[in-house]
């Protein structure tokens, strides 16, 4: 372990999934840490010279910045208390596998939402179902991805089943149903207070937002139906 930085600074942005990932992490591992959200349609010219791939989230260590999440989480890793990753070589890296694994799920979710057909829609759902059904196999008696241990794993798919709580509100797609062992990480993450706390209480009205401009199938299902979000009803218009 690293000595103590004096401070970290986190560039964000309030719907990405990436950056939830490191805030996850810092809460986890008790580190104090700044968070600033940029306009990711809008880029300030100084984040665009610290972020060489135009994305969030920046780590900015003691002014140093470092991009991307897995970099970020690794850095973490090596510098903070209370490590995440295991302590075995080889299951450190089964651990890093499924975080890619994590992030294959999370490029599917991504198509998803952007599907502009029946039939693409029905395809990338139909790669969400596959992935899901892969974990099913996986995964032990819970309730996280090892056992009673939180790990960088579940880090990573906290985000994940994020998504899914506004999904269904829209619609039943059948992507995680019938599959005990997922809905039960499902349910340890949504009450990991971690993960709840890594996104801003307005986070469900901005993804329903984000979704509504796509133009997609998805959006076109979310303009057909009725949301619930919060306490509230919204009719969509």
């Known amino acids: 372990m ?4 004096m401070t970290l600074h986190l560039i964000s942005h309030d719907l990405c999934p990436y950056v939830q990932r490191a805030v996850i992490s ?20 100084w984040f665009l010279a610290i972020s060489p ?20 989480l690794e850095y973490l890793e090596e510098t903070q208390p209370h490590p995440l990753h295991p302590g075995s070589p080889l299951e450190r890296a089964r651990h890093r596998a499924w975080m890619e694994f994590g992030s294959a799920t999370l490029n599917d979710i991504a198509g998803f939402y952007s599907a502009s057909d029946e039939r693409t829609f029905a395809a990338k759902t139909a790669a969400l179902r596959h992935k899901f059904e892969w974990l099913e196999g996986e995964l032990g008696t819970g309730p996280y991805f090892s056992g009673d241990r939180f790990s960088l794993v579940d880090v990573v798919f906290g985000p994940v089943f994020r998504y899914f709580d506004t999904f269904d509100r829209i619609a039943d797609f059948g992507v995680l149903v019938k599959l005990p062992k997922v809905g039960r990480w499902r349910r340890a993450l949504a009450d990991r207070p971690s993960v709840v706390q890594a996104v801003s209480s307005d986070y469900p009205h901005l993804l329903e937002r984000f979704i509504e401009r796509r133009g997609s199938r998805l959006s076109r299902i979310l303009e057909e139906n009725t949301v619930q979000l919060g306490s509230g009803t919204w009719q969509a218009r």
């Open 26 to 45: 810092l809460a986890e591992k008790g580190v104090d840490f700044e968070r600033s959200n940029i306009d990711l349609g809008n880029k300030p010219d």
């Open 2 to 5: 690293g000595g103590a930085i």
């Open 53 to 72: 791939l135009g994305k969030t989230p920046v780590l900015l260590a003691d002014g140093a910045p470092i991009f991307e999440s897995a970099v970020i």
